[in-house]
């Protein structure tokens, strides 16, 4: 048995998972009226409210002392002093050095490592800045109109996430694309109607070495010599981000252009980084230093409060309640806001990339169960499509509701209508609909009891599914930086009180060995034999379809 499992505060928990699972959040209203004072918190104009959530004090009080018996606050220090709390990679984990506003040193092996990050930062923002004023110019001595971000996982996720965010502060005559995908499509389609003469790349990889984005990268390279007939002033449109500064240069960057990361910062956790260059050409510097300045305020926050008035405490508090206590598996992720369309994918790598482990910090398998399946779409759409299940599904699914308090280009008619369904989504699924509810209801229809009677059981809404709703202001640069650190802050907690390592990602290494030498056998016509018989069948069928030149 774990310690976690063996502890006096987890078997206090089970105790109090038995008497609280049959009580309703309807009851639980109507008995405390001041619930959603109790249970909301506030960080600048961020209201999180997780009052509708199937817990009372004593849920919380108890969860408040696996946190702190899991040494949480210590913890805490830790992962802001830059310890090497990544143990299985000997790294400190400091995406958090990435958005300090004062001068404080931070250490990594006796070397503050503030300067460089800002000395970089300095040479993403001159670089930005000069292709947004039109002073880049290209090969033909055109300004640059469209830029290609290519990377994936955490070069990709992150900035894509941001950049669609931000669009109200995106420049209009910029464009920028990204690319992930190995599947030749996805750059086809995007340099199809681009001129190589006005493109410029940004080859985003932590270790240069990542397959999808190597073999990308050499098609944007091999399309920009095709198209202008040679490699003639190809430092004008390649860049790259990597902390792997020889193999950038072997590709061919020109020094100038290579914007350095370190290893001290995680794919996931990088968009602070010089990683965030496609963002800072899109929204430029100011706007992006917002960024930082916003996740920065969610960083001293998490640092300095209680840990009852913690947002990232609590939100990573009901998510251990749910996965561990109500054995939920899934949570979902539901913004309002349209820019916010990637939310849910970015915060699925930051997330199960993260917690998604069975071993815990000692090396022994874990007795509970990790990181929950995240998956989302915008609340709307959703509405629309998966809710059915949420509100008479047979699964508890917990979900975050994310809406801003007004948009950039009002319509008052389109907003109401918006705020409207967040506002009924949440109490329909909190409330649900009762017998007596669906009685009066078809009732004023005009039904008749025999009817009613066959109706009744498909209109009853059991009601009592959690969420916790994040009212912003509206959604601009800082108030995204906080909301985003504030994610980042939960996946920590959940990690320590697990006793996982959040930073590492060993999970995503056999398919990429075993892809390697499965490439090596697609090379010819060759049948294959040396794998079960299900992977040789599908290998072989391939090789036997496919047309002559692939
Ligand atoms: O395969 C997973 C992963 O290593 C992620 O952790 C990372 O964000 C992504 O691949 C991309 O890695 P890189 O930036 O090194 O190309």
């Not at 400190?92 to 006796?110: F, K, M, S």
């Not at 995106?170 to 001129?195: K, P």
Request: glycine letters at 6%.
């Amino acid at each position: 048995m774990s310690q976690l499992t063996h502890s006096d505060s987890w078997a206090e928990l089970i105790k109090h998972f038995e008497e609280i699972k049959d009580l309703h959040m309807r009851d639980l209203f109507a008995q405390d009226k001041s619930r959603f004072e109790k249970y909301s918190l506030k960080l600048n104009d961020i209201l999180y409210d997780f009052s509708k959530n199937r817990i009372t004090d004593k849920t919380l009080k108890l969860l408040l002392q696996l946190a702190k018996d899991a040494g949480l606050s210590e913890w805490i220090e830790k992962y802001f002093a830059g310890d090497r709390i990544n143990h299985t990679e000997n790294r400190p984990v400091l995406h958090t050095a990435l958005r300090i506003q004062e001068n404080t040193p931070v250490y990594v092996d006796d070397i503050d490592i503030i300067p460089e990050i800002r000395t970089e930062r300095e040479r993403v923002k001159h670089l930005a800045e000069k292709i947004r004023t039109r002073k880049w110019l290209g090969v033909t001595n055109q300004a640059i109109t469209d830029v290609v971000n290519i990377g994936i996982g955490g070069s990709h996720l992150g900035p894509l996430m941001v950049t669609e965010a931000l669009r109200a502060h995106a420049l209009h005559d910029l464009n920028i694309h990204f690319v992930s995908n190995i599947d030749e499509n996805h750059i086809n389609d995007t340099l199809e109607y681009l001129n190589p003469e006005t493109t410029f790349f940004i080859i985003a990889s932590k270790t240069f070495t990542t397959q999808d984005t190597m073999v990308n990268a050499e098609t944007a390279r091999q399309w920009y010599i095709n198209k202008i007939g040679s490699s003639e002033k190809i430092e004008r449109h390649f860049s790259a981000v990597t902390s792997n500064v020889k193999l950038a240069t072997e590709f061919g960057i020109a020094e100038d252009n290579i914007f350095k990361m370190w290893d001290w910062v995680g794919g996931r956790y990088s968009l602070w980084s010089a990683i965030g260059l496609s963002i800072v050409i899109a929204i430029g510097s100011e706007h992006f230093d917002d960024l930082l300045a916003g996740a920065y305020e969610a960083d001293l926050h998490f640092k300095n409060a209680p840990l009852e008035e913690n947002i990232p405490v609590m939100m990573a508090l009901l998510g251990i309640w749910y996965n561990n206590f109500f054995k939920a598996q899934s949570m979902a992720v539901l913004p309002y806001d349209q820019r916010l369309h990637r939310f849910p994918a970015y915060l699925q790598q930051a997330d199960m990339e993260s917690n998604g482990k069975y071993v815990d910090r000692e090396g022994h398998d874990v007795d509970y169960t990790t990181g929950p399946v995240i998956f989302g779409e915008i609340g709307i759409a959703a509405q629309h499509a998966f809710f059915q299940l949420l509100h008479q599904g047979t699964k508890l699914v917990p979900a975050d509701i994310l809406a801003p308090v007004y948009s950039f280009r009002c319509i008052a008619r389109h907003h109401r209508a918006l705020m409207s369904n967040v506002f009924a989504q949440t109490e329909a699924l909190m409330k649900g609909k009762t017998e007596d509810d669906v009685y009066k209801e078809l009732k004023l229809e005009g039904l008749d009891d025999e009817g009613i009677k066959k109706l009744m059981p498909y209109k009853v809404f059991p009601g009592n599914r959690p969420t916790s709703t994040f009212l912003f202001d509206t959604l601009d640069p800082k108030t995204l930086g906080t909301i985003i650190a504030l994610y980042e802050h939960k996946i920590f907690v959940q990690g320590i009180i697990w006793n996982i390592n959040s930073f590492d990602q060993w999970g995503v290494e056999l398919g990429k060995q075993l892809a390697k030498n499965i490439l090596n056998e697609l090379n010819d016509a060759e049948k294959i034999n040396s794998h079960d018989s299900s992977t040789n069948g599908l290998i072989n069928y391939y090789k036997q379809r496919r047309p002559k030149k692939q």
